[in-house]
């Protein structure tokens, strides 16, 4: 008898137990969004020299470094990345391709004008960034959740109840407009072909979209 005595007590105890977390499980979901412009500060280019033979190509590779230097562009900042022979060409056997990073310190305007040469065989750019973008990235994720708070408070208030503790926080979109082309080539291929313009254009950071960023946090709030 002690022993169907433990049993029952047992179980009214476990039952209780089970409708105690019920009714803390009275939720609420909603989702915070939040969106940011950064302005961009850095931007790297994917850059390729020809020439018809090594010592030209020497000579073209010395006017590049000369070229990027007067524009600001520093020569740590300017990357090697491959070299290329191409035997059976008549003409541009020899290729060097380089990277480079420039800053707002840097004269765009001067890089596309003093570029715009025959021994260039192309210019990307390969990616437009911010040094501080880690810290814009936390900002908004905070926003984000600030504004999934605010919307549970709201939407409980009208209802007669409060924001109880957070249950759950889930990260569901991270989205960055890593890609950005100047707006005077919006539209057109990644490799931008150095042709000088009818009209002229303005080769600079304030001629570039800004880089977008944009968090959804998906909370789930105890309601009291």
Sequence with gaps: ???KHFLL????ILGSFVNAQEVKKNAIEVTGVAEMEVEPDEIIFSIGIKADNK????DNEKKLFDILKNAGVKNEDIKFKSMYQNIYSKAAKFSKNYQFKASTKSSLS?????LNQKWVSSLNISEVKNTKIAD???TVKINALKAAKEK????????GKKTGNALEIVEIEDYTSDTIMPVAYRG????????MADAPV????????NIKLKYSIKTKYEIL
């Design 152 to 159: 549970a408070d709201y939407l409980l208030e009208s209802m």
């Design 1 to 3: 008898m002690k022993l």
């Design 188 to 195: 057109k291929a990644s490799n931008i072909q150095l042709e």
């Design 110 to 114: 001067k890089i596309f004008e003093d």
């Design 9 to 12: 007590i047992g179980i009214l």
């Design 55 to 58: 010592n030209d190509l020497a």
């Design 202 to 209: 303005d080769f600079s950071f304030d001629n570039i979209e």
């Design 136 to 138: 814009f990235r936390k």
